[in-house]
C-alpha cells in the first residue's frame, strides 16, 4: 500500500533537482528595494502583529522580485516587489486564515469591495488597507502602463481572485482535487499571470493585445506558469504540509489519487517539470518566424521567472528548514 502523502515515514527523502536552461540573474537593487518595500507593508497595516511584519522581513520576497526581474529599472523593481508583498499578505489574510480560507461564502462576500477598487467604480474604504493599497497600486501601475496593459493586469488580480473561492470550498468539505482540477486551477489561483501582465510594463516597452494573445505566447505563458506553480509546490511541500494538509499542492494531489508514495510523487513532480521545461524550448524556437522585440524580451522575462523561482526558493529558509533532518536537498540546478 502507496505510503500516505503526509507521511515522512522513515527513510530520508530526496528532493529531486529542477534542471533549468535559462539565465541566473538578480537585479542590481535588490537589498535597498527589498528594505524600502518591506517598509511600505508594514506602514500599510495589511499585516497583523509584529511577528507578521517580522517573518515578512525575514522571507525577503524582495529577492523573489529581484531574481524573477533582473533586468528592470529601481523604480519598476519597487512597484513589482511592491505588488509581491500585497499579494503575500492577502494571501495569509484571506486564502489561509480560519476565517476566510475555510468558508467559500465569506470570502465571496468579501471580494465585491476589492473588485470595485479595480474597475475604479468606488472609492476603497480607509479602514481596509488591502483596498487602499490595491487602489495605489492600480494607480502606480497606470503611470508608466497603457490601459490596455492596465486592463490586462486587472483581469488577472480579477480572475486570481475568485479562484481564491475555488480553494476555500474545497477546504470547507476537505477535498484533495482531483489531478485534472488541480493542474487548471493552479495556474490561476497562484497569481502567476498577475505577475507576467507586469512583466512589459515593468520592462518599459509594450506587448500589443494580438501578441499577447498569440498560441505561441499563450503556450509559452501556461508552461512558465505550470513551472512555478509545480516547481512551488516540490520545494514548499513540506511548509504546506502544516498547514491546510497540502491540500492544494501538486505532490498531495498526485500521490492522493494515483496511490504514490510520498518519494514518488515528489519524483513524478520533478518529472512533469523537466517534460515542460523540454516544451518550453521547443515552442520557444517558433518565435523565430515570427515574433518582435517586445514578445522575445516577454518570453525573455517568462524565462526569469522560471529560473529566479527556483533560486528564490532553494536558498529560502521558509522551505528548506521545513523539511525533516535527512532530507537530500538540491544544491544546484
Known sequence: MATSAHSFGRRPLRIPPLPCPFPNEINEHAAEVDAESHTWLAASTMLAGADTIEHFRRSKIGMLAARTNPTVSRESLRLI???YNWLFAFDDAFCEGELMGHRASALARALPPLLEVLDRRREPDPRDPFGVTLRELLDRIAEPGSPAQVDRWRTTVKEYLFAQIWEAANR????IPVPEDYVLMRRITGATFTCFALID????YRLEAEEW???DVRTLSDLACDLIGWDNDLLSYAKERGNDKARHNLVTVLATHRALTLQEALHE???MHNDAIAAFVERRARLDTWASLPVRKYV???EHWVRGHIEFSLGSARYVHAWPTGTRWPQAV
Do not use: K, M, T, Y
Open 269 to 271: 513532480v520533478s518529472r
Open 81 to 83: 516587489n511592491d505588488w
Open 300 to 302: 525573455r522575462g517568462l
Open 213 to 215: 494573445h498569440h498560441p
Open 201 to 204: 510594463v515593468g520592462g518599459g
Open 172 to 175: 470547507e468539505v476537505d477535498l
